[in-house]
């Protein structure tokens, strides 16, 4: 069957987790990423302290070995501080359709591999920088992460309660939502501008500028309709209403509800036998004395009864589910979303399956995790250099 991606040419610079997510994608419905890394001992490591712990780099290494996010793609490593290594690297271009990375504004410049000098050498390339802030702008050479991200786009400030301060929702908005798949999205528009132009192009992508997109909804209420934003806790859709929260039940674990339909609501009251609610879902007035006794209810039966009594009531009421046990639900077994991968080393172990299901073109694992520059002597030898070549350069450090 021929994968939807077949034949797409990635060189994948990206290195940390939202840019190599963005290419993961690609590669799971059938391009050909090839990640470019960075040789050991080439140049200091990034890490998040700082730090020059050799052990603690290790460490990161190999659980960067076995992550998900490196499947479905090749590894070559090169020294592209090297002249040499940089020659080898433009050869790719010559070939490549894409090329991804996730450094800070001007860092590509001076390397030589930013579009200006790519696309002087291949017209068709399209790039793209996966950057906090972007290349434009007073916060572009700012450091940060998604955490930070989240608050200068304006979603940290609306999650948590009213009492509270704000909830970080892991780093799943900015640097997978805003960042990694927006990354996706972007290349696969400039693959279909460029069938018709002929032309690649560059993507200046802004994981903060992403986090904005993604409250288009929010903004567009506070433009357009008239109203002020609301205060956190007090958004319908973050707390602020008692058709949308979340319940403890009797055994400390906790039940969603999403019933912002009138029938829903509705369904949802009868389950819980407090009827006399159906006329008041909006009632601003009348939030809180609902929200306790549906509190309340909830705590009368454990999480998983609730479910089997109201799941099919049509009351949008669904378990919160801890990542085991979400691995082990029936209905995500039954998509496919867990996967038991085979790996060479590491043997058999469980990954994230492939989304989105495409019927006629799937996407699918077909490769393990690439090991840091386990291609590195395939690729060499694609572009025709001999053995004895690579082993110079790899004595000399160029590539690994």
Known sequence: MTEALQGLRVLDLARLGPGMYGSMLLADFGADV????????????????GGGDPEAAAQAERQIATNAFRRN??????????????????????????????????????????????????????????????????????????????????????????????????????????????????????????????????IDLAMSDGVTSLLSMQISRMFNVGKPPPSRGEHPLGGGRCFYNVYQCADGKWISVGAIEAYFFEALCRGLGHEEFIPHQHDDDRQQEMMDAFAATFLTRPRDEWFAVLGEADACLTPVLDLDEMAADPHVRERGLVETIEDPEAGMVEQVGVAPRLLGTPGEVRLPSARLGEHTDDVLGSLGLEAARIAELRGRGVVA
Do not use: C, W
Request: glycine content about 16%; proline content about 6%.
């Open 73 to 202: 793609k090749r590894s070559i490593a090169i020294n592209l501080r090297e002249p040499e290594g940089l020659e080898l690297f433009y050869r790719l271009v010559d070939e490549a359709d894409v090329v991804l990375d996730g450094f800070r504004p001007g860092v590509t410049e001076r390397l030589g591999i930013d579009y200006a000098t790519l696309s002087a050498r291949n017209p068709r390339i399209i790039t793209g920088t996966l950057s906090g802030y972007g290349r434009t702008g007073p916060y572009a050479q700012m450091a940060g992460h998604d955490i930070n991200y989240i608050s200068i786009g304006g979603a940290l400030g609306m999650i948590g309660g009213a009492d509270g301060k704000p909830v970080m929702p892991l780093n799943l908005v900015a640097d997978f939502g805003g960042g990694g798949l927006l990354l996706a999205f972007a290349v696969l528009l400039a693959v279909q501008a460029r069938e018709r132009s002929g032309r690649g192009q560059d």
């Open 34 to 49: 090839l990640m470019v890394e960075i040789p050991p001992g080439a140049v200091p490591r990034f890490d998040a302290q």
